[in-house]
């Protein structure tokens, strides 16, 4: 029997979390808030969780990638690699959007998000997969793929305020606020084909991208060589 523990962690909103999965599958969840802290706040339940661990070795390390708070999901994948290389083990990312109450059980579910500007983004989740990558779109293009995730019987969450969309009040009134934790991505982990979660393992870990990432030009152009 190889005893190993898998340390999961979930950053990607202010309610962050992180779990420790036991070689026997009992699981330990620790729950904290945040906002645009989780520097500050992620190490000191780490610290605890590694140092509780005895003589277990960390087999497996998940985090969760967003879409969400870029800068919560930075500081909790640095943690998961800086973890998986002082144990010499994988650190994998898989998409948050997986670990919600709504999609629990592989069920069907579209995530919708602000991305800011007069853009939206959204989503489709089955099967404890993303059908379809992030996709950006404008308040019309959102009420009307809202609408249609409605009428095909989907649910339809979100980790902001529904209230913030463009959206009829009728639509507002079916988006869920849901927010993912470290416990239902080990269920996403558990529940995923083995071809997926080889891709998964093949990729470096890295937030969810809405958009390309954007690099400023140097300043001082004639610095940088042609």
């Not at 699981?27 to 906002?35: G, K, T, Y």
Request: glycine share 8%.
């Amino acid at each position: 029997m190889i005893r190993a523990l898998t340390l999961i962690l979930e950053t990607s909103t202010p309610h962050a979390s992180l779990a420790v999965v036991r070689p026997d599958g009992e699981i330990e969840l620790r729950a904290f808030s945040s906002d645009r802290s989780h520097n500050a706040v992620l190490f000191s339940p780490l610290k605890e969780v590694l140092d509780a661990r005895g003589d277990l070795d960390i087999g497996l390390v998940i985090v969760g990638s967003g879409p969400g708070s870029y800068s919560g999901t930075r500081v909790g994948i640095a943690a998961a690699q800086g973890v998986a290389i002082a144990s010499g083990c994988p650190a994998v990312a898989l998409p948050s959007i997986l670990a919600v109450p709504s999609a629990q059980g592989g069920a069907a579910c579209l995530a919708i998000g602000d991305a800011r500007r007069g853009s939206y983004w959204t989503a489709k989740v089955e099967n404890f997969q993303m059908l379809t990558d992030p996709e950006l779109t404008d308040a019309a293009g959102l009420e009307e793929i809202v609408r249609n995730a409605v009428e095909e019987g989907a649910s339809v969450f979100s980790f902001e305020d529904p209230a913030r969309f463009p959206l009829t009040a009728d639509l507002v009134a079916r988006v869920k606020l849901e927010f993912p934790d470290a416990a239902r991505l080990w269920e996403a982990w558990l529940a995923t084909d083995d071809q997926t979660r080889a891709k998964w393992l093949a990729q470096t870990p890295q937030p969810m991208y809405l958009k390309p990432p954007h690099i400023t030009p140097a300043k001082r152009s004639w610095l940088v060589q042609p």
